[in-house]
């Protein structure tokens, strides 16, 4: 028989922490009744992918059937490719902390319960809405910043010194740099590898077992984790040596020159250099590389031009949005175009993932066909590459251009005609930026 431990997330937009949320309130008859519609559906020979009911929209999905989890949300998208995303994403996670060998078969439900309790923080790093885009892009963040070769120098001779040939430098969970070999991982290990270290707690030196889901998900790694700055991290993956005192001796040797550096990177919420100038207009926006599968992404791109022109952006309309609202919005306008109308790769380009850890195939990005009555251009004979909302709050635009994909939230007194000419001029300001072409094409990402 079957063992089946699920994994139950109900919460709305102004959760902050669901899945813990669920645990402190005990909701066991609401994922009892959850998992028993699932199991009599399976009893019938029948799947029960997903469900819709008042706003709430509840997606299951079963792991080499003894997992299942259970996704609750509300129903903000019209597609659920995002939220079949997050599932593999969110079993990929146990995988990297717990091991698949722990995962494909159970033998004791009770304490893999206990062994699970070490995924929590990532879980909820994964739904808690963090400034992360990977859940939702499955492209990785990137920082880009000025003179990126000296860091990448340091990191490269810091590697070395710990017999270590996988490591990257954080800030915020976002990659400002990294070795060959890390970049040569899968951007799932690269992505939850990220969002491990923003989860992780306040800590001088960390010392981590990780299984990589794609690479080695059966035999574990040791992940050093060293805090730099406050949000600024160095990580290496390696074996049993170097011990982590050694390690921590090596991390002074090698960075204690370049804190300067590191606190620029650090106290840069735009993630572009400050030589990026952007319309004031622009109040968000994540440029998307299909190719190499690494995106930038920015909730303050004003930041750098001067109170002048801050005071500029809230002319004209009422209230400016907070951060938190502006990635809001962006991930609700992502959501609401990306999945369901914009190209979400290229076809010359990297191969999408479409196997799972439990060797299941991954549902795929769709493609645009009249036949596919679930996407909401279905029938249209050409292409879409451009799209647009207006709201009260804010306006949005998104392209798709070459192998980029660019959403951009701006505000709403920013004249409707003038939004593809504001959108161009964004997507040329990043592309034609050298230090944003470093982060977003670097080393190729497999």
């Known amino acids: 028989p079957a063992y089946i431990y699920y994994y139950g997330l109900l919460g709305c937009d102004n959760s902050r922490d669901w899945s813990s949320s669920l645990r402190k309130n005990h909701r066991k008859p609401s994922t009892g009744s959850l998992n028993g519609v699932h199991l009599f559906a399976s009893n019938l020979k029948t799947s029960l992918l997903s469900c819709t009911n008042g706003g709430v929209k509840v997606v299951w999905k079963c792991f080499y059937q003894s997992i299942t989890l259970i996704l609750v949300m509300t129903d903000d998208s019209p597609v659920e490719t995002h939220l079949l995303h997050l599932l593999d994403t969110m079993f990929n996670a146990l995988v990297l902390l717990i091991g698949l060998q722990e995962l494909e078969c159970v033998q004791n439900v009770e304490r893999l319960k206990k062994d699970l309790k070490c995924c929590y923080p990532l879980i909820d790093n994964l739904l808690q809405g963090t400034q992360l885009m990977y859940p939702l892009t499955q492209s990785v963040d990137v920082v880009a910043v000025e003179d990126v070769s000296t860091l990448s120098q340091c990191m490269d001779a810091f590697s070395e010194a710990v017999h270590s040939g996988y490591g990257c430098v954080s800030v915020d969970g976002k990659i400002i740099v990294a070795t060959e070999s890390w970049w040569n991982l899968s951007p799932l290990e690269i992505g939850l590898l990220a969002h491990l270290i923003a989860s992780l707690p306040p800590a001088r030196c960390q010392d981590i077992p990780v299984y990589l889901p794609r690479a080695s998900n059966k035999v574990a790694h040791r992940m050093l984790v060293f805090s730099l700055l406050e949000g600024v991290h160095v990580c290496v993956l390696c074996d049993a040596e170097p011990s982590l005192r050694r390690a921590q001796d090596e991390v002074g040797v090698y960075w204690s020159g370049l804190t300067e550096r590191l606190v620029k990177c650090a106290r840069n919420p735009s993630s572009v250099p400050p030589g990026v100038d952007l319309s004031p207009s622009v109040l968000a926006f994540c440029l998307?590389?299909?190719?190499?599968?690494?995106?930038?992404?920015?909730?303050?791109p004003s930041t750098f031009?001067?109170?002048?022109?801050?005071?500029?952006?809230?002319?004209?309309?009422?209230?400016?949005?907070?951060t938190e609202e502006r990635h809001r919005y962006l991930v609700d306008f992502y959501k609401t175009v990306a999945d369901n109308m914009l190209p979400s790769q290229v076809k010359d380009g990297v191969k999408q993932e479409t196997t799972a850890a439990n060797g299941a195939q991954l549902r795929p990005p769709e493609e645009v066909t009249p036949a596919n009555g679930r996407l909401l251009h279905a029938g249209i004979p050409h292409k879409i590459t451009e799209s647009y909302i207006?709201?009260?709050?804010?306006?949005?635009?998104?392209?798709?251009?070459d192998e980029y994909n660019l959403f951009v939230l701006l505000t709403p007194n920013t004249p409707t005609f003038a939004l593809r000419k504001a959108t161009m001029d964004v997507y040329k300001t990043l592309t034609d930026n050298k230090e944003v072409g470093v982060a977003l094409e670097g080393a190729p990402v497999n």
């Open 390 to 401: 207006c709201t009260k709050k804010y306006k949005a635009y998104t392209l798709h251009q």
């Open 288 to 300: 998307v590389n299909l190719r190499s599968r690494r995106c930038v992404s920015s909730l303050k």
């Open 305 to 322: 031009l001067g109170d002048s022109i801050n005071n500029t952006l809230s002319a004209g309309f009422q209230g400016e949005l907070s």
